[in-house]
């Protein structure tokens, strides 16, 4: 049910759209504050007795939608014209916060059957907490509303994005990713401190640690995959990783058939950029049937490893694999097992370290129309 924008000013409970919608479409109209019932300014009537919703549930959670439903008196039940619904982020204090420019955050809804869906990407994002009360209203000859008291606050998180969202990010990848360029190794970089503490600390294994909040907000990896994060693109006039960093000056380099190949799985995790005209794609590389796997199954886009706009890995007839790379896009592998140091070498590069191309915790520009979808923030 998407609830239309409306603006934030009102002298009516009327909403100006309430010619176009149907029965289970939400008007969206600003209230007073839960602590008063009643408000002049909202043209809320004095309350008579209606009933109290009871027992709040909340299911069918998305990142943009939920289903809501309550008990309440069936004796009554004619008399209710409409639902008051207050919806807030839980950090938020005081009822009637805008989340987005002037989108309120108080719904006002048709009584229809319940469960009804609540669905709104411009008030309701992803991985985000919310508090809700709901009130019933009778419209009265005048106008005005009658309300009831407001139902106990009910708690709930909305979800990370789906296979389905993910798949619409993939496509806006796809329409940027440009042509492939060959590539022979993965790399990482960091500080000589993180390849002393590899060695002396975790038996020359780097071992994975769970993905960071940078990204897309509803990214389903973020703060539950562990991984280790490589690197793979090269320069266009070197064919060679580039020899500056923003994450340290020493780099593992590993031959790409190491972590990629018919033993691997390749899956597509994220699209995003920083407020910059670089776009980055995380991709995840997991050993068929590992943990990783297991994970990135249920929740991520799994690609033909052989033929995408990304990352490929192709056998020739003498069992030669090579590897190409997008070349507009900017890859952030993540690996899922540990990998062995003595399955590469560690070396200092000689370029420079570009702290301003850090992607660590990044949050995703959320006004670029290249890499968002029409979903929650």
Same mark, same amino acid.
């Given at each position: 049910?998407?609830?239309?924008?409306?603006?934030?000013?009102?002298?009516?409970?009327?909403?100006?759209?309430?010619?176009?919608?149907?029965n289970?479409?939400?008007?969206a109209?600003?209230l007073?504050?839960r602590?008063?019932?009643?408000s002049h300014d909202?043209?809320?009537?004095?309350?008579?007795?209606?009933?109290?919703?009871?027992h709040?549930?909340?299911?069918?959670?998305t990142?943009?939608?939920?289903?809501?439903?309550?008990?309440m008196?069936?004796?009554?039940?004619?008399?209710?014209?409409?639902?008051?619904i207050?919806?807030?982020?839980?950090?938020?204090?005081?009822?009637?916060?805008?989340?987005?420019?002037?989108?309120p955050?108080?719904?006002?809804?048709?009584?229809?059957?319940?469960?009804?869906?609540v669905?709104?990407?411009?008030f309701l994002?992803?991985?985000?907490?919310?508090?809700?009360?709901?009130?019933?209203?009778?419209?009265?000859?005048?106008?005005?509303?009658?309300?009831?008291?407001w139902?106990?606050?009910?708690?709930?998180?909305?979800?990370?994005?789906?296979?389905?969202?993910? @798949?619409?990010?993939?496509?806006?990848?796809? $329409?940027? /990713?440009? =042509?492939?360029? #060959?590539?022979?190794? &993965?790399y990482r970089?960091?500080?000589?401190?993180?390849?002393?503490?590899?060695?002396?600390a975790?038996?020359?294994?780097?071992?994975?640690?769970?993905k960071?909040?940078s990204?897309?907000?509803?990214?389903?990896?973020?703060?539950?995959?562990?991984?280790?994060?490589?690197?793979?693109?090269?320069?266009?006039?070197?064919?060679?990783?580039?020899?500056?960093?923003?994450?340290?000056?020493?780099?593992f380099?590993?031959?790409?058939?190491?972590?990629?190949?018919?033993?691997?799985?390749?899956?597509?995790a994220?699209?995003?950029?920083?407020? @910059?005209?670089?776009?980055?794609v995380?991709? $995840?590389? /997991?050993? =068929?049937?590992s #943990?990783?796997?297991? &994970?990135?199954?249920?929740?991520?886009?799994?690609?033909?490893?052989?033929?995408?706009?990304f990352?490929?890995?192709?056998?020739?007839e003498?069992?030669?694999?090579t590897?190409?790379?997008?070349?507009?896009?900017?890859?952030?592998?993540?690996?899922t097992?540990?990998v062995?140091?003595?399955?590469?070498?560690?070396?200092?590069?000689s370029?420079?370290?570009?702290?301003?191309?850090?992607?660590?915790?990044?949050?995703k520009?959320?006004?670029?129309?290249?890499?968002?979808?029409?979903v929650?923030?």
């Amino acid at each position: 049910m998407e609830v239309p924008r409306v603006g934030h000013s009102i002298s009516s409970p009327t909403s100006p759209c309430e010619g176009m919608i149907k029965n289970l479409s939400l008007d969206a109209i600003q209230l007073c504050d839960r602590e008063g019932n009643k408000s002049h300014d909202s043209g809320i009537a004095e309350m008579e007795e209606l009933p109290v919703p009871q027992h709040i549930k909340i299911t069918n959670i998305t990142c943009d939608s939920f289903k809501i439903c309550w008990d309440m008196d069936a004796r009554v039940k004619e008399r209710i014209t409409h639902y008051f619904i207050d919806l807030n982020k839980k950090e938020n204090k005081h009822a009637n916060k805008f989340k987005h420019k002037d989108v309120p955050t108080k719904l006002v809804a048709k009584a229809v059957p319940l469960p009804m869906t609540v669905r709104g990407h411009w008030f309701l994002s992803p991985r985000t907490e919310y508090t809700v009360a709901v009130q019933t209203a009778s419209k009265q000859g005048d106008g005005d509303y009658a309300v009831s008291e407001w139902s106990e606050v009910v708690e709930f998180c909305t979800a990370d994005y789906s296979t389905v969202h993910l @798949t619409q990010l993939l496509e806006k990848a796809e $329409v940027t /990713a440009g =042509r492939m360029l #060959p590539l022979s190794v &993965f790399y990482r970089n960091q500080h000589k401190e993180y390849f002393d503490h590899v060695r002396h600390a975790q038996n020359n294994k780097m071992v994975p640690s769970v993905k960071d909040n940078s990204g897309s907000h509803g990214s389903p990896i973020s703060g539950k995959l562990e991984g280790i994060f490589f690197s793979c693109n090269t320069e266009f006039n070197t064919g060679e990783p580039p020899q500056d960093s923003p994450y340290g000056r020493y780099r593992f380099h590993v031959p790409a058939e190491v972590l990629f190949n018919g033993d691997t799985n390749l899956y597509f995790a994220d699209f995003y950029c920083m407020y @910059t005209a670089y776009h980055y794609v995380i991709l $995840v590389l /997991a050993p =068929r049937d590992s #943990p990783g796997d297991e &994970f990135c199954r249920q929740r991520l886009p799994l690609l033909d490893a052989t033929n995408n706009r990304f990352l490929t890995c192709v056998a020739s007839e003498d069992g030669r694999l090579t590897f190409h790379h997008a070349q507009d896009l900017i890859l952030e592998v993540i690996y899922t097992d540990p990998v062995d140091l003595s399955m590469g070498t560690v070396a200092e590069i000689s370029g420079h370290q570009l702290m301003s191309l850090s992607t660590v915790n990044a949050k995703k520009d959320p006004s670029c129309k290249t890499c968002n979808i029409s979903v929650g923030r």
